[in-house]
Each structure stands twice: as structure tokens, then as C-alpha cells.
């Protein structure tokens, strides 16, 4: 059973920064491309920003330059350094993870319950 655990979630005023951590837990072998994506209030869910295995990574548009993704491969364990934020950052940051169980399988993809970020103007 894998589970991925988000912390750092909270209220910040607008400016401000916060780091959201996400921890993989379970039967791992490895861990492909891991991220995160937002849903606000009244829309879809969106990707925020993701990284590979190798340590490429996509932003969207209106997080680059605030935005900083970033892995701890030995501890399984993604990060989101999030500063200069917006009140139209406040949403339910939820964690990804493409994991592999084995040396032999392509992984399956598992997502986390979600945090609450809240950006006050």
C-alpha cells in the first residue's frame, strides 16, 4: 500500500512564501515523475508543477519565477517552494506521484488527499 502524505499547507498574506513537503510511503521500488496540482474553488483541477526522474521540470505559466519544485529521491519525498503568492494562489494543493513498484513495471500513478493553501490580500 503506498500513500503520499502533503504538510506545509496554511493562510499566508499575500507576498508571502510557503514550502509544501509530500512524503511517499509504502512499498516502493521508485518513484518516475512526481508534482503537484491545484483545484480552486469552482474550477478543474490544474497541474502546478512537475519534475522527472532525471530532474527536468514544467511549471505552469503562472507560477514561474514564484514557483520551485524540487525531490529528495533518498527520502521519496517531493517539495514546493512557493513564494511572492497571490490570492489567486489559494486553492487545494494535491500531490502526485508516478511509483514504481518494481525494476520491471512502468508504475502507477497515486495521488495525495490534498492540503489547503489560503492567500489573504
Known amino acids: 500500500q503506498v500513500q503520499l502524505v502533503e504538510s506545509g499547507g496554511g493562510l499566508v498574506q499575500a507576498g508571502g512564501s510557503l514550502r509544501l513537503s509530500c512524503a511517499a510511503s509504502g512499498s516502493i521500488f521508485g518513484l518516475n515523475a512526481v508534482g503537484w496540482y491545484r483545484q480552486a474553488p469552482g474550477k478543474q483541477r490544474e497541474l502546478v508543477a512537475l519534475?522527472?526522474?532525471?530532474?527536468?521540470?514544467n511549471y505552469a505559466d503562472s507560477v514561474k519565477g514564484r514557483f520551485t519544485i524540487s525531490r529528495d529521491n533518498a527520502k521519496n519525498t517531493v517539495y514546493l517552494q512557493m513564494s511572492s503568492l497571490e490570492p489567486e494562489d489559494t486553492a487545494v494543493y494535491y500531490c502526485?506521484?508516478?511509483?514504481?513498484?518494481?525494476?520491471?513495471?512502468?508504475?502507477?500513478?497515486?495521488w495525495g488527499k490534498g492540503t489547503l493553501v489560503t492567500v489573504s490580500s
Open positions: 502526485y506521484a508516478r511509483i514504481r513498484g518494481s525494476a520491471w513495471d512502468s508504475g502507477m500513478d497515486y
Open positions: 519534475i522527472t526522474s532525471g530532474g527536468s521540470t
